[in-house]
């Protein structure tokens, strides 16, 4: 209600993007609908950033930002040294928990928790480079995540690997830029990255 216009002028607002995420596939809707009816029947200002391409995410190892949406990413994040972190994935417990916190349909926060969608960019262990985790986890009979954390725990940083959290059905991503919000875009449709936890800014590749 704060970008209202009712009886006063209204107060301009942004939203840092509108945004097709897999973890929510209805988001964008709301984003949307929000906007305007804020715009059109209480007179309000409200705009949002849209991003012309898919949002990907790279990380190195265990370090990706997005662990902290679950309980066990949180147990992991929150210990001290990498040392520790590393320690901690050998660990029954925490491996059954963590495999357990990837599953369900609709999530909490950015990121889907697909492991078999991610791919690994580089690895000291060649075979690996440009499979995804479902790929080996057939191989091997595992879950995709314990794949994942075979190879993290090995490897370490070492493991370079990326998923896209957003944007990646060209036709809804074409309704947000044409959403009769106001919006705001950069002028090609590449694809839009972020490297966590150095940098979230977002960048073309």
């Given at each position: 209600m704060t970008a209202a216009g009712?009886?006063?002028?209204?107060?301009r607002t942004s939203l840092l993007t509108?945004?097709?995420?897999k973890s929510n596939p209805m988001l964008h809707r709301v984003s949307r609908l929000l906007a305007l009816v804020?715009?059109?029947?209480?007179?309000?200002?409200?705009?949002?950033?849209?991003?012309?391409?898919?949002?990907?995410?790279?990380?190195?190892?265990?370090d990706?930002?997005?662990?902290?949406?679950?309980?066990?990413?949180?147990?992991?994040?929150?210990?001290?040294?990498?040392d520790d972190q590393y320690a901690l994935l050998s660990?029954?417990?925490?491996?059954a928990q963590f495999i357990k916190d990837m599953g369900g349909f609709m999530m909490n926060g950015l990121w889907n928790r697909r492991f078999d969608e991610a791919v690994i960019i580089d690895c000291p262990d060649s075979s690996v480079v440009g499979r995804t985790f479902e790929d080996l986890s057939r191989e091997r009979g595992q879950h995709p995540a314990e794949v994942f954390l075979d190879l993290a725990a090995t490897w370490r940083d070492k493991l370079r690997w990326y998923t896209?959290?957003?944007?990646?059905?060209?036709?809804?991503?074409v309704d947000l830029l044409a959403s009769p919000a106001p919006t705001s875009a950069s002028p090609t449709p590449e694809p839009t990255c972020a490297v966590w936890p150095t940098t979230t800014s977002g960048c073309a590749r």
């Amino acid at each position: 209600m704060t970008a209202a216009g009712i009886g006063r002028r209204p107060l301009r607002t942004s939203l840092l993007t509108a945004m097709d995420f897999k973890s929510n596939p209805m988001l964008h809707r709301v984003s949307r609908l929000l906007a305007l009816v804020t715009n059109r029947v209480l007179n309000g200002d409200m705009r949002f950033q849209a991003l012309p391409g898919p949002m990907t995410i790279f990380a190195d190892g265990v370090d990706f930002a997005a662990f902290e949406e679950f309980s066990s990413g949180v147990t992991l994040r929150n210990l001290r040294t990498a040392d520790d972190q590393y320690a901690l994935l050998s660990d029954p417990a925490f491996r059954a928990q963590f495999i357990k916190d990837m599953g369900g349909f609709m999530m909490n926060g950015l990121w889907n928790r697909r492991f078999d969608e991610a791919v690994i960019i580089d690895c000291p262990d060649s075979s690996v480079v440009g499979r995804t985790f479902e790929d080996l986890s057939r191989e091997r009979g595992q879950h995709p995540a314990e794949v994942f954390l075979d190879l993290a725990a090995t490897w370490r940083d070492k493991l370079r690997w990326y998923t896209v959290v957003g944007n990646h059905r060209p036709d809804i991503v074409v309704d947000l830029l044409a959403s009769p919000a106001p919006t705001s875009a950069s002028p090609t449709p590449e694809p839009t990255c972020a490297v966590w936890p150095t940098t979230t800014s977002g960048c073309a590749r």
